[in-house]
């Protein structure tokens, strides 16, 4: 993976307007090994191969990063991405790391399912 430039991926995120697509969005606090540490609180979330289609994306910040994705009925919103893979064209990947290299969060956008 590669660091984000915010300039490619919001030319990915408008390449997908107006599109239905594949959804993958995770995030992790390390809820799977809080039994290593038990002063950390376990958070976690995961969505996968849900079908969505927003009208405006964007990403901001400066770095860390944030997406938003509006859809007709709300939003889609993912903070603390820090990297993309950049051998995808047909599918956005993106991911945030924490200083140790662990898995943060991840944001996945595709025409196909994941």
Do not use: C
Not at 16 to 35: R, W
Not at 41 to 49: D, E, V
Not at 93 to 108: C, P, R, S, W, Y
């Amino acid at each position: 993976m590669q660091s984000i430039e915010p300039s490619r991926i919001q030319l990915m995120i408008d390449q997908f307007v107006n599109q239905d697509l594949y959804i993958h969005l995770e995030m992790t606090t390390g809820a799977y090994a809080a039994h290593l540490d038990s002063s950390k609180h376990p958070a976690a979330n995961f969505i996968t191969n849900a079908v969505i289609r927003y009208s405006h994306g964007g990403i901001s910040g400066s770095g860390p990063y944030r997406v938003g994705l509006k859809m007709d009925r709300g939003w889609i919103y993912a903070e603390g991405l820090t990297h993309y893979e950049e051998s995808e064209s047909d599918r956005l990947i993106m991911a945030g790391h924490d200083n140790e290299g662990k898995l943060v969060v991840a944001l996945q956008l595709s025409r196909e399912p994941f």
